[in-house]
């Protein structure tokens, strides 16, 4: 089930990119050739206009043929003849939808969901917050001069603390902005805490929240939002720290890795519904929500990842207008070609490597 699931996930987050640069492209004026949903022999297909759709056999995303992206061509419906600010239209819409995407996704997942505020309810004995004068009630709105609005917030920062020096706590109490400085608590995993229970709010649209506190609309748009960015965030941050080789190659983790999450998480789910008793209606909702969340981390991620500068890549060809508009003239279009089919080479090579990490880690986790 895992892997039906994975290949509709990627499939659709594939396709709307996809999407994204056909429907940039005909608004700009480039002629379409194709445009197919999967990979390989052609199943189906048929014209519509100068455009041909077509159903493919592998069911792993889709493609979208434009006429002089390539090569060089004299038609004026030419992605080639297009203005630069028209070309760079078109192949950063790609991205763009998977990121509007991902943000509709966030923004959906706390109205029907909730998210976890920074407001303090509960501040554990002993703890540094305890010890700092934390309060039920109080609201942390800044670290170490940082603003920060959700748990996510937090934690990130946390991630990257080591204890060695007292954080700078800001606190709305009553209207009123305070500060406490503490030293966070490391706990027997590693991690780091400040020793309170934020308080969950429910979203305006979930049902059975009980004693939660329900969020507004509004607030609900803005918490997504700060979800969503929290993410964003942290994946750019990842791959700074993967190119400034602070992070191990291994931490990657390809389609076999991220298959084999999904598939945790399913059963996670549903073992959890069963052990609860809970009817099939909540037991199905419960699977939904988390794969449509990861859906929208699957989707930011991607936009992210190919609006890098790299060959092959959106980000790539986009690096070259950027060249183009500095020089005042194209790269030729079979040395840029060439510059590509050498990046997608190395990309394959990475995606073998990080299949065979993903692999190893699956067997090592049940060996």
Known sequence: MSIVIAIIIFGFIVIIHELGHFWTARRCGVLVEEFAVGMGPKLYSWTRGDTMYSIRLLPIGGYCRMLGENTEDDDPRAFNTKSIPKRAAVLFAGAAVNILFALVIFIGIVMFGGYTSLQVSNVLAGSPAAAAGFRDG????????RGVRIVEDLSFILMDYDGAKPLDIGLDRDGALIHKTLTAMKTQDGNYILGFNPMPKAGCFQTGIGSFQRAGFFECVYAGFCKFWAFIYMTVYGIARLVTLRLPMSDLSGFIGITSTIGAVYDTNINTGIAKHLPLAAIIANVSYSMVLLAGMLSAALGIFNLLPLPALDGGRLAFLLAEAVRGKAVKPEREGMV????????????VFVAYNDVLKIFSRHG
Do not use: E, K, N, Y
Request: without cysteine; proline residues 0%.
């Open 138 to 145: 109080d609201r942390i709105v800044s670290v170490d001069g």
């Open 340 to 351: 590509h089919l050498v990046g997608f080479v190395l990309l394959m090579v990475l995606a």
